[in-house]
């Protein structure tokens, strides 16, 4: 293909040209929906004077072209493959413009298309333009008014933004009339209509005005809504709280479709979801899916104020709105469930996955210069790094400021179309700080690290801690600078935490150390013993902390921290010595005693911890973690080692966790953060336990697979099973009885080809190669793709980096294959071949030669950008 064009942020000017009104109106036939849009256009006076109209479209069937009732002539526009030209506008006009568009042949998932008979739209963040042309970028708002036109009968709601104005028939045709009366950019419009079963409620907001709430889903799925929409009314109460933010429309609507590229879209007023980030019943759900339901329908609820009412300027912006409403949600999820596992499963993330992004070849700022393809910088550095980057904003300036900050910039900005820079200086104008050097985050890429030493003079009663940080070199940013990094810590004697007293002040047991330069040395005094430093305490900063522990003083965390994240660390830190020293050929006894003992004591007494931390306890650290730790991995001994470590674990630890699994089996029952939480720690043993090849310990998996009276139970079992060579009868036999089960909802059938696509022994790539043949997959449908091929790349290490490369070339093969339908799905596919660099040979050689493979295909704009960018030899 060409080389497609690179958008930059240094390029960025004004919209030449407003549309103050939106007026569309959908015709919905069979084979074609024809579109008609009327803009009411004005130039922009912030903008230079110009007089020919560029608008965006892409794949659009012209049919009509008029101003101000004039049709235009061939010689007053021209079309080329992404724009229309009309030449010689006046200042202020109305464009009428009517399209051909065909949904039913759309499997990109973009714009406007059908899944399962039903219409439904994805515009973010360029759709839009696949539905008509119009000025499709941010910071073009407009007030929307939408009309549906379908054959009477053919669907049973017809819905987009805002409120319903009229719904009526005429000669056999219904006729929908929606109005939103908030100016929203074209990314945020959303419509459906397909047959749909609706569950209501309503919710009175702070102001006293009453919403209301809808579910639209299949009437199969009508029983799954429940608790998606308590967790919306639990969203909007915390919105109103917490952050001071009411709704604002009557209504509120959310639909679930089963074919969509992302979780879910926050729509003005019509959010669409993804069935796997909605649907929930305790049968078929498992507690990690309930608590994905909770965050995401709070996330898209979120960006009603933190997206849609203050939105973006530009996609470069685009953390502006997602890093702060992941940070709103985590928060909410924090709130509802235990901070410390919710704080553990985010810096977790962070580590094993967005860590990876930033030292690979995609590395790129929370606020990015430049792009290709848009899509492609959907990535966890812009949400989950972005959302870090807030937090440690509201970190520094402590809750009251931070509260100040977010009601300036909601009220200042609202209705606008802003930067990540207009955000930062709320924040700075509140507060009276100065974070000038704080917004080096948004323009620096890669994971800072920190590299801390310390030293004890006991006649002084002094401890120094010596700190400095290094960003490592990401591409296109070679040199880069100190940041300012808030460094939460705690010290530890043998009477527990010190009170911490610097240059004569004393701030308690814990506190924020500001490090701003290369090199700090902070010196606190009246230590009477060398302390245990507790060091980036609740995560406190997205940074590599390297630290030389004695075992003794990771013991002594382990143990007695007060701060969930700094265990969790501790074990993580004890089991990847051990891991090390088993990679490196050198295993010694201490280490891995210590981590023995550590684990042992905290089982002993289990019933007195939080059950849902002590699970996140016992969890070893990935095998992409660990690879991640190596200038150039070997991918087989790091799951030798990981592997052999889970057998010593299970075999040293067997008695406690068996005395555990009893102590909870039966009693756990329920939604309950505590149910759940005993759950989690009962299945994390029963998963340690089977890898001890016993057969009393295979009943015990089978019992609890066949009596498990919720999903939780029942497929933590059966992983259980399907994951242990030596229980492979009892596998098979529970796979065929899942199946049986199960096979009429698709959610719990993705988990069943998910269970295989990860099983970690024996030929997986033929099971894979044979579940796309299965008459439960479907290579249109975006989750089937993710429960098969990416979890087979993404989540089965040692299977997938096989000595033979035949992974490699088989994700290559799909990623071309399903690039013809969908570039999307087909480009966040590659991103494990897109690592080669970071393995030996021949691995590294062979996954690179997978992807010199694909690029001799034909390839979408999406797919070319990240392969170009891997390609590139460091
Ligand atoms: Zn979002």
Redo the contacts with the bound molecule.
């Keep these: 293909m060409s080389t497609p064009s690179i958008t930059r942020l240094a390029d960025y000017r004004a919209p030449e040209f407003l549309i103050e009104k939106t007026y569309l109106s959908f015709d919905l036939n069979e084979a074609y929906t024809d579109v008609s849009s009327k803009l009411s256009i004005v130039s922009n006076p912030q903008s230079g004077k110009t007089s020919d109209l560029f608008l965006h479209g892409e794949q659009l069937e012209l049919l009509s072209l008029a101003i101000n009732d004039q049709p235009l002539s061939s010689a007053d526009y021209q079309i080329s493959r992404e724009v229309l030209t009309i030449y010689n506008v006046p200042e202020q006009f109305v464009l009428h413009c009517k399209t051909r568009i065909y949904p039913d042949k759309n499997t990109a998932l973009e714009g406007l298309y059908r899944s399962s008979g039903m219409y439904c739209t994805q515009c973010e963040a360029e759709g839009f333009r696949k539905i008509t042309y119009y000025l499709d970028r941010p910071d073009v708002m407009s007030e929307f008014e939408t009309v549906i036109i379908a054959d009477d009968n053919a669907f049973s709601v017809m819905l987009s933004n805002g409120n319903c104005l009229s719904d009526s028939v005429v000669d056999g045709k219904r006729i929908v009339h929606w109005h939103d009366p908030f100016k929203k950019p074209s990314y945020l419009f959303a419509l459906v209509a397909g047959n749909l079963d609706c569950l209501e409620d309503s919710f009175i907001t702070q102001s006293g005005r009453n919403v209301l709430l809808q579910i639209y889903t299949e009437a199969k799925d009508s029983d799954k809504c429940d608790f998606a929409m308590q967790s919306l009314k639990k969203a909007m109460r915390w919105d109103e709280e917490v952050y001071g933010r009411e709704y604002d429309l009557d209504r509120f609507m959310i639909v679930a479709v089963d074919d969509f590229n992302m979780g879910a879209m ?1 729509n003005k007023g019509l959010n669409i979801f993804n069935t796997s980030c909605v649907l929930a019943h305790p049968k078929s759900t498992t507690d990690a899916a309930f608590q994905r339901v909770e965050s995401v329908v709070a ?2 609820y979120f ?1 009603n104020w933190s ?1 849609n009412r203050v939105t973006c300027r530009d996609w470069f912006q685009l953390s502006l ?2 890093g702060l ?1 992941v940070y709103r949600d985590e928060e909410f999820s924090a709130d509802m469930n235990s901070r410390a596992v919710k704080r553990i499963d985010g810096a977790s993330f962070m580590r094993n996955v967005q860590f990876v992004e930033d030292a690979g070849p995609m590395a790129h700022p929370v606020r990015p210069d430049s792009y290709l393809e848009i899509s492609n910088f959907y990535t966890m550095t812009i949400y989950e790094k972005g959302a870090e980057v807030v937090r440690m904003l509201a970190n520094i300036l402590g809750p009251e400021n931070y509260r100040k900050g977010t009601d300036l910039y909601f009220e200042r900005f609202d209705g606008q179309a802003v930067t990540c820079d207009d955000f930062v200086a709320c924040m700075e104008e509140t507060s009276g700080k100065d974070l000038h050097q704080f917004r080096l985050w948004y323009s620096q890429a890669g994971t800072p690290q920190l590299h801390i030493s310390d030293s004890y003079d006991a006649e002084r009663q002094q401890y120094h801690l010596h700190v400095r940080q290094h960003t490592p070199e990401t591409p296109g940013q070679p040199l880069k600078q100190a940041l300012h990094i808030p460094l939460k810590i705690t010290l530890y004697g043998e009477q527990g935490a010190q009170d911490l007293i610097i240059e004569g002040k004393n701030y308690g047991e814990e506190t924020v150390l500001d490090i701003c330069r290369e090199q700090q040395t902070i010196v606190f005094d009246n230590i009477t013993e060398k302390p245990s430093p507790s060091l980036l305490r609740e995560f406190s900063a997205p940074v590599k902390v390297d630290y030389d522990y004695q075992l003794q003083q990771l013991q002594q965390l382990i143990l007695l921290d007060s701060d969930g994240f700094c265990r969790w660390d501790a074990v993580q830190n004890l089991m990847g010595r051990v891991l090390h020293e088993a990679i490196e050929g050198d295993s010694k006894e201490p280490t891995q005693d210590a981590l023995i003992q550590s684990l042992k004591r905290l089982l002993q007494n289990f019933s007195a911890m939080d059950m849902g931390l002590l699970a996140c306890l016992l969890d070893l650290p990935s095998e992409h973690y660990v690879a991640s730790r190596y200038e150039k991995a070997d991918p087989a001994a790091i799951s030798q080692a990981r592997t052999h470590l889970q057998h010593q674990l299970a075999l040293a630890l067997e008695p406690e966790l068996l005395a555990c699994y009893q102590a909870l089996a039966g009693e756990v029952a329920g939604l309950s953060a505590e149910a759940m939480a005993a759950r989690s720690l009962r299945n994390r043993a029963l998963g340690y336990l089977m890898c001890i090849d016993k057969a009393i310990y295979r009943g015990l998996a089978e019992q609890q697979f066949f009596h498990a009276e919720n999903m939780t139970d029942q497929f933590a079992a059966l992983k259980a099973m399907v994951h242990a060579e030596h229980a492979h009868i009892e596998a098979q036999h529970a796979l065929q009885a899942f199946y049986q089960q199960w096979q009429n909802d698709a959610l719990v059938v993705n988990m069943w080809l998910q269970v295989q696509a990860t099983k970690p022994w024996g030929d997986v790539l033929r099971d894979v190669r044979a579940l796309l043949e299965h008459p439960a997959f479907d290579k249109r449908n975006p989750n089937k793709l993710r429960a098969v091929i990416a979890a087979f790349a993404n989540q089965n290490f040692s299977q997938f980096h096989q000595l033979s490369g035949e992974a490699y070339q088989f994700l290559a093969e799909q990623i071309a294959d399903i690039d013809q339908r969908n570039p999307q799905i087909a480009a966040r596919l590659l991103t494990p071949l897109t690592h080669w660099h970071q393995f030996i040979a021949p691995y590294g050689q062979l996954m690179k030669a997978a992807l010199d493979s694909l690029s001799q295909h034909e390839l979408s704009k999406d797919v070319y950008e990240v392969l170009s960018k891997s390609l590139v030899e460091s």
């Design positions: 926050e996330h898209e960006h997206g709105k997602e409403t």
